[in-house]
């Protein structure tokens, strides 16, 4: 099936850092949404983005629709603690048809605290 | 205001037994969507709702699995003669649907099924 290659896999985060993370697929997709989830929750909505080159921003998170429109990339500035846990990036091929449909999913990549 | 709900949050099974997971969208949200997540993995997409219908069901994994939405809101999931293989988290999602050119997709805290 389809694939989303997201990275890191895991990282370790100190407080005030800014983090990167990012999902390539061989595939086009016309939506791109990242998610965060906590353990024991379902994913919570952070960005939605819609047009190949669109930069948008959620508070302290950045994110883009790559123009190629086979990447997205999230950046968090000024990491504090609650951002830890595990980002997911999804998004819907542009084949599918249509502006609704299922989503697919990177494999998430893990914020923890630096020890 | 109420987001998606899912019932129960945990289901303990026995091998060969069925079970009923139970979603409650986002109230006027047209559009709705079960995934399943394995541990350390993505939610993997199941099966879609447009209105009472299914308009993609492709996820499905065999005919063991099936769906329904008879009025439009609520949506049941069902499994048949359960294996240990099935145990996962059961995610739901809503979205506004077709009136909507964004798929902004919302979820519910999942049903954690245990098929022992």
């Known amino acids: 099936g389809q694939q989303l290659n997201q990275s890191p896999q895991s990282m370790f985060i100190q407080e005030g850092e800014d983090v990167s993370m990012n999902c390539t697929s061989s595939s086009i997709f016309n939506t791109w949404l990242w998610y965060k989830q906590d353990p024991g929750e379902g994913p919570v909505l952070l960005i939605a983005l819609y047009k190949a080159g669109e930069l948008t921003s959620n508070g302290r998170l950045t994110a883009q629709f790559g123009i190629t429109r086979k990447d997205s990339f999230l950046n968090i500035s000024a990491s504090i603690p609650s951002d830890v846990g595990i980002y997911f990036c999804a998004g819907q091929l542009a084949d599918y048809g249509g502006s609704q449909g299922n989503l697919i999913f990177g494999k998430g990549t893990k914020l923890s605290v630096k020890p | 205001g109420a987001g998606v709900s899912q019932t129960p949050s945990n289901k303990v099974t026995e091998k060969g037994k069925y079970v009923e997971l139970r979603c409650d969208p986002i109230s006027g949200h047209t559009a709705l969507y079960w995934y399943r997540q394995s541990l350390g993995q993505g939610p993997e997409f ?61 979820f519910g805290p999942g049903t954690r099924l245990t098929v022992l």
């Open chain 2, 46 to 106: 199941l099966i879609y709702f447009q209105g009472t219908g299914a308009a993609d069901d492709s996820g499905l994994p065999n005919d063991r699995f099936f769906a329904v939405r008879p009025e439009g809101s609520v949506s049941t999931l069902k499994i048949q003669r359960t294996e240990r293989g099935d145990s996962a988290v059961y995610l739901c999602a809503s979205s506004p649907g077709s009136q909507s050119t964004y798929n902004e997709q919302f």
